[in-house]
């Protein structure tokens, strides 16, 4: 079992950057594949990114280049630095955790959910 809390959402200006960051409570963090998901209002929630136990990372069009995930498995903490952010990536963003092989990037293939932070990012 893994317990997921995440913080850092708020409001900014569009060109400014935010870092999430998400804790993990539970066993064996370091074994877990971690993801970010965002969902938009009206919207099915999404794929962001994911980084492995061993620190490779995997991202979304949309916002690579922009955004870079990082862990520290000592601290069972994983962030989400997000850069030169838009109106587009308005959303509530997720963290979530699973213990599969590879990495996956729907919402059937992640275990373990924390209960989102908001970021809104105005015009």
């Known amino acids: 079992q893994v317990q997921l809390v995440e913080s850092g959402g708020g409001l900014v200006q569009a060109g400014a950057s935010l870092r999430l960051s998400c804790a993990a409570s539970?066993?064996?963090?370091?074994?877990?594949?971690m993801g970010w998901f965002r969902q938009a209002p009206g919207k099915e929630r999404e794929f962001v990114g994911a980084?492995?136990?061993?620190?490779?990372?995997t991202y979304a069009k949309s916002v690579s280049g922009r955004f870079t995930i990082a862990r520290d498995n000592a601290k069972k903490t994983v962030t989400l630095q997000m850069n030169s952010l838009q109106p587009e990536d308005t959303a509530v963003y997720y963290c979530?955790?699973?213990?599969?092989?590879?990495?996956?990037?729907?919402?059937?293939?992640?275990?373990?959910w924390g209960q989102g932070t908001q970021v809104t990012v105005s015009s």
């Open positions: 979530a955790a699973t213990n599969a092989f590879a990495v996956g990037v729907g919402v059937r293939d992640y275990d373990y």
């Open positions: 539970g066993r064996a963090f370091a074994t877990y594949i």
């Open positions: 980084i492995s136990g061993y620190g490779d990372s």
